[in-house]
DNA sequence: GTGAAAGCGCTAACAG
DNA sequence: CTGTTAGCGCTTTCAC
């Protein structure tokens, strides 16, 4: 609106203002403990009278230090907006703050080149699907920590829950309630979580004398989940439905419904991650929670300088949710 | 991992190996056109030898662009999750980066300090509850855009979708389906979306010679939902409850099922936003779904340097979607 | 405890 | 088309 440019405040006018040297305005507001009591209240006047903000831009192009973490997730699913959501908590509660690079599966490359030119102080990949060589060039002495990548590459800290455990949980739950048969739903079937899960649910369903097959739903997504649904429908109902994921099995669940099943009864259906949705009485689904908090700050910690000895791939148990998709008992 | 600190690879670095300035070196990045065929090809064969990359920050300071817009949103709701989402894809095309500020509410202050440090190009407010004089703290000079508050403070230009052009299609709507009394399901009372779609509803509702009550859901979730459907429950259930957002629809749905009422036929939902969940067997909810591509499209225009005369407040129309959680056919 | 000088890596403004 | 000279706003030395 305003014809006139204002200039940006500085140190330097603030210093002026205060009859202080330049350096000791600035240290004020870096290091307020090395400032004496008096000094420090007169700058801080002069601050405050002036609206004076320190540029965080300035700071890191001197300090290599940009105060920003990076974090490189999927464009879509519910799995990956929980995670940002939870580490840009996290990381401003210890002054930082979270650049989100989504990608759609194109674009990965600008992505990645996008990420170098911010002095990133650290980077999230928050995806089990980010093809190795990306990774090498993203690196560049930055601190890397892979979420919910099982399968890590070489020298990347890794974060995850704990996926065996959880899947083999479910196995034992729905065998303790009788069920014969297991279906497992794939996602994405490149994906390491994905790997993982399955040859957990199956191994296990073979140590119980289970029956195991398996059907596709080819991504991590509820129409997925409606796609498996279809197969599952015409292929004969199995005793359980074992989606790789929470999102998967809402899908799948609806279809079974609109097939006229009924869910809990005529087939039990699990997933994995425990989303808000998992808890909704339409769908009451039996799952392992991922403890978010704690892999998450698990993640702060790696992410941020600091010794970090070797790095360690770290793992949480999951919390298993048992809900009337797989009892079939009243809901709440 | 090496002890040895790898210096980092300017411009002077790739001025030096391809034989020319410093500032030849760092026009070939900037801007391309201006520099010769062969000498850019020296500097390009240069930069990837010694795997050069621009140094946004440096150059942030210097042109006093970040290359990044920030946004400013709660850190829950499902519906700010899909703004984030179109935000940051949006950004991408023209070659910005989005910077997440969510707040929790007690935090919105730091947030906002947070936020003036870095010389952000602009800062999209994508919640209907920023409170005044945070926003005025947050301007400075900055372009600032108000997403989604029909309501935003003088001067500010804003985007959202024509509310009450969508809550008349669906109190019409409804009436044609022969309802008579409509109870307005409230989120959060203070916000302006909330005023606005309640207002609406009620005056709608008046013209039409409809009924109209209301009650709270003290939020825009799913539990806020619950809540509110307990009160229909127990205060005898109206044709058709309007909810002010998906999210809360889905809590009505559930405990309105829970309580053995049959949604679609013994009472009509309906919800405002058009959040995936909404077209989802489970819920197959009534609603106004926002044009979200259109609208982000507008605010990234607004919200990026270049002539925008008079601050503009632009609303585009949401889409009517009819589903059975109105009018209780069949479902897909 | 405070100040002076230097420079992070880049771009704006000019010369040549 | 290319090079020179400054300097963005801060922090890192190192004196005082």
């Known amino acids: 609106m305003a014809a006139v440019t204002k200039r940006r405040i500085t140190t330097v ?18 290091s307020p403990e090395l400032v004496a009591e008096d000094t420090r209240r007169a700058v801080e006047a002069a601050a405050a009278e002036l609206g004076y903000v320190p540029n965080a831009i300035a700071r890191s192009l001197k300090s290599q230090r ?23 908590r996290a990381l401003a509660r210890v002054g930082e703050q979270l650049l989100v690079f989504s990608f759609d599966s194109a674009d990965v490359d600008d992505t990645i080149a996008a990420v170098r030119g911010y002095q990133l102080d650290g980077l999230v990949l928050a995806s089990a699907t980010v093809p190795g060589d990306l990774l090498e060039r993203a690196r560049e002495g930055r601190r890397l ?32 309630l009788g069920a014969r048969s297991i279906t497992f ?4 079937r490149a ?23 398996e059907v596709d739903g080819r991504a991590f997504t509820y129409d997925g989940g ?15 439905a074992m989606a790789a994921s929470d999102e998967l099995a809402f899908g799948i669940i609806d279809e079974l419904r609109s097939g006229g ?11 994995f991650d425990g989303l808000a949705q998992a808890s909704w009485r339409a769908y009451d689904l039996t799952t392992i929670e991922q403890p978010l908090d704690s892999l998450i700050d698990e993640t702060v910690r790696l992410v941020l300088p600091g010794r970090v000895e070797t790095p360690p ?16 008992h009243p809901l709440g």
């Open 261 to 271: 099943a009924h869910v809990g009864h005529d087939i039990k259906v699990t997933g």
């Open 13 to 30: 006018d603030v210093a002026n203002l205060a009859n202080v040297s330049q350096r000791t305005a600035a240290r004020v507001f870096a």
């Open 191 to 213: 994906a390491a979580t994905n790997k993982l899960r399955r040859s957990t649910s199956r191994r296990r369903a073979q140590v119980l004398g289970l029956t195991w097959t």
């Open 226 to 240: 409606r796609r498996a649904g279809r197969a599952l429908l015409a292929g004969g109902l199995p005793d359980v």
């Open 145 to 176: 920590v892979s979420f919910n990548d099982p399968a890590p590459h070489e020298g990347i800290p890794s974060v995850s829950v704990d996926n065996e455990a959880g899947v083999a949980a479910l196995v034992d739950h729905v065998a303790g």
């Open 66 to 88: 940009s105060g920003i973490v990076g974090v490189v997730v999927p464009s879509s699913g519910q799995y990956y907006h929980e995670v940002v959501r939870h580490l840009a």
């Open 313 to 328: 791939r770290i793992t949480a148990p999951g919390i298993v949710r048992i809900r009337s998709s797989t009892t079939g």
């Open 185 to 188: 739903v794939n996602g994405l």
